[in-house]
């Protein structure tokens, strides 16, 4: 284990549903985001979260909705995928700045169907 | 914006000869280097970091890295490979920002296979 948990592991789910994504760090990070990893793709840096506020947005679609209600947890709301959006979510966390580097959660792969 | 490209998508090197995965960036002022190895069904682990110092930057797993400005690479090496090294890498980039958190850039990853 990491220190970063991320529950499902897997998540299988329909267009029309909602559902979410957690991760949990219990490193005294400040700082927690969320990457999308497709197959063949760079990692995309979807939310930074930093001392629970929200930093950055890279141009994710609606659809995703972050929620981090303290330094330890951090949620991704999902509602209406798409089928393009299965991929592995990854959950990070570090100490303020980028320079000490991250720690991954182990992701939760994501099927929409 | 910042940029980090990995030109080999798969590298094959036979165990026991030294490997090397290349990365380059592009940065706007001084650049804090990553090097991330995921293995299959695994969240991204780390391997190394350059940040300022020496060039030549030692990590996990017998792992070393050469950071060139001139050149801007960051390319992976290590002496010997073993199979268990076969996995997925990753180089990234973060410009230094005078504090607050910073989202790191990362390549499309290279696969590095070892062949016994």
């Known amino acids: 284990e990491t220190g970063v948990t991320q529950t499902p592991r897997h998540l299988v789910m329909g267009m029309t549903n909602k559902k979410s994504l957690k991760c949990e760090q219990h490193l005294g990070h400040n700082a927690m985001y969320w990457y999308k990893q497709s197959a063949k793709k760079p990692l995309e840096l979807m939310f930074v979260?930093?001392?629970?506020?929200?930093?950055e947005n890279n141009s994710v679609p609606s659809r995703f909705s972050p929620e981090c209600p303290n330094s330890s947890h951090l949620f991704l709301h999902l509602h209406t995928l798409q089928p393009e959006d299965s991929a592995l979510y990854l959950c990070a966390s570090s100490p303020m700045t980028a320079i000490y580097g991250y720690t991954f959660g182990s992701g939760t792969r994501l099927t929409v169907v | 914006a910042q940029s980090v490209a990995q030109p080999e998508d798969q590298v094959k090197v036979a165990e026991g000869n030294p490997l090397t995965v290349k990365c380059t960036y592009s940065?706007?002022?001084?650049?804090?280097l990553f090097w991330y190895v995921q293995y299959p069904n695994r969240g991204l682990q780390f391997l190394l970091k350059?940040?300022?110092?020496?060039?030549l930057v030692k990590g996990s797993y017998g792992f070393e890295a050469e950071f060139n400005k001139s050149q801007t690479s960051f390319h992976l090496k290590k002496p010997s490979a073993l199979v268990s090294d076969s996995a997925l890498y990753f180089c990234?980039?973060?410009?230094?920002?005078?504090?607050?958190?910073?989202?790191?850039?990362f390549g499309k990853g290279t696969h590095l296979i070892i062949q016994p």
């Open positions: 350059y940040i300022t110092g020496d060039n």
């Open positions: 979260y930093n001392f629970k506020e929200q930093t």
């Open positions: 990234a980039v973060s410009a230094y920002s005078g504090g607050g958190a910073d989202g790191l850039t």
């Open positions: 940065v706007s002022g001084n650049p804090y």
